[in-house]
């Protein structure tokens, strides 16, 4: 497309022929203090609290601290531009930030500017970051499955749509793999992703904006990024502008997963922030309301009533912790504000057992009503089997002679670890998943040595989808396991397992020559 | 208007001091009194510095300035401002003297009807000009206007008037920039829906 010049001077010209300037009327004060993302103003004497501020260079703030003489305000930009004895002026509108389909695919930073270089964004609507939660009549108990297409997740640690689970471990250990196996697994769903970095690398960001791309998960994911060498400011707001854009699909009756990576970080800046504004510091230096301040964003996500469209808002708060101290202040805090959590072990992850989910300790609190029933009734014993495997394998340690029984025992458990191994950014279906643990846990794969199982399994899945395709397109279209399709299964297993014997045989000698 | 280096909590007590003081003036004539302080900070304390220095020290103890006091002022001053200027030394107050007058004028002038309001412009404006705002001020506020005129190039020109913390800016560089933030968003409105014209299988 080419621009006329001459259509454009004129429609130019007619702007500012009809343009009728106002007098603009603003409460204004002045700068005493500037440094370290936070102003200190005299003046603005009817400021309202997280009210939005403009500096002469255009950078924003927001009322963080009102005291007797002066305001405390945090800068949302460059604070290098400010300078003592600059005019602060009041907007009279809360911090707020664009929303809507304008913004899906794009990159963007805490206050909705784009950071991906393509062009504009026009979104016609605003929303404040923060918001009040909805309230116990406007909420429905989490029933929808939100399936993260990992196998260790989705049988035993289930997520409702609605639901908090807290993704915790030490750095290293996979955690954002999982977020992102979750957003790449939403494909071809109805699911709306929010991605929000903070405090990252931005190395890692542009990671991960690369890997969502090239699994096409951008075109229904929003990322925002507060990168670590952003100010504490935007660090701290970026995770509410994250909960805000996914409210606005929300409340349209759309699902919405939001990923809060990582909080222990946003929590840092809101440290460095109230220690700078002095608030008072209490454990850990952090600021008595750190509690708050994770709770009433953790608490915007929720399964709203058919009234109110029925729709929600699935967050995965990421926490990061040191050494394996879950008791420190900030993972007690939200542990205890989530619906149940999925915990990482670096042991785990340094013995090749990926994703490092310790199964033990990870726990859903609501999302077992979720769950798929097939997935329900084969995912029942799991975690007990699992926990009994673990036991014996101590046992077994000892060297100890042991009977059949608890050696067979054995044997399931190191295939069941094997099934629940899976590659990163490879979600599976839920009804791949069922067949794959149903076909483990009732032994069909016991007499194949553990090395070969995830072979096996892979085997499996793609027999099952070339020929026994309506076996698994029935688990898919009844969701769940009757007597019928209980045997359909066992019987394409049956098959597949002879099969599959003739190419075990043939490996010893393979290996051998 | 505030300097940076001007400490709000000083100013808050000084305030308090200027109320007290302006109560007790009122049976006096507060205009005297103003002009004793005046000239006291202006004739005594500007011209003899030493003795300011002494008065405002920190070394010097309390009893030591009240005998001062008693000996230097009591005898020259009216009653009333030796007592109040007892009252600074004995809750080491005196160094906000200044603080104090400045307030206490301020403060005068709102309990008499009338209020600074500064007046900015990318000139200096004539007297004509001058009397005409003064008019309309007169006619726009509930209280009597003084005005304080200044002058700043940036502004290109119209007026940015100030009345304590609220601004009433008419200035042409305010205007130019509303004119700039509305092409803007047009032009931008323009681009986007043009994309999507083009990004739209099924458009025109």
Redesign the interface.
Known sequence: ?KFKADEIASV?QK??ED?R????????????EVGDGIARC?????AMASEMVEFPSGVQGMVFNLE???VGIIILGDYLDIH??DEV?CTGRLLSVPVGEAMIGRVVDPLGKPLDGK??I?ASERRPIETIAPGVAGRQPVKEPLQTGIKAIDSMTPIGRGQRELIIGDRKTGKTTIALDTIINQKDGNVTCIYVACGQRSANVAAVVDLLTTHGAMDYTIVIAASASDPAPLQYVAPYAGAAMAEHFMHQGQHTLVIYDDLSKQAQAYRQLSLLMRRPPGREAYPGDIFYCHSRLLERAVKLSDELGGGSMTALPIIETLEGEVSAYIPTNVISITDGQIYLEPDLFFAGVRPAINVGISVSRVGGNAQNKAMKKIAGSLRLDLAAFRELEAFAQLGTELDKATQAQLDRGYRMVEILKQPQYEPMHVADQVISIFASANGYFDDIPASQTSRAEKELLQFMKEQKSEVRDNLIKLAELNDDSVDELKSALDEFKRGFQLETKEQPTAAST | MVHVLEDPSAQAIAHVYSNAFLNVAESVGIDGVLEELASFLDDVLEQNPEFRNILLSDIVSRDDKLAMIDRVVAPLGTELFTNFLRTLARHERLELLPLILSESWLLHESRTGRKRVQVLSARPLSEAALHDVQTRLDATFSFDPILETQTNPALLGGLVIRVDNTVYDGSLKNRLKQLQDRLCKRSLHEIQSGRDRFSHPEGD
């Open positions: 497309m130019i702007e500012i343009f300037g106002s007098i603009e009327t603003s409460e204004v004060g002045r700068v005493l005299y003046g603005l004497s009817n007797e003489n002066s003592e004895g002026k062009g504009p026009v």
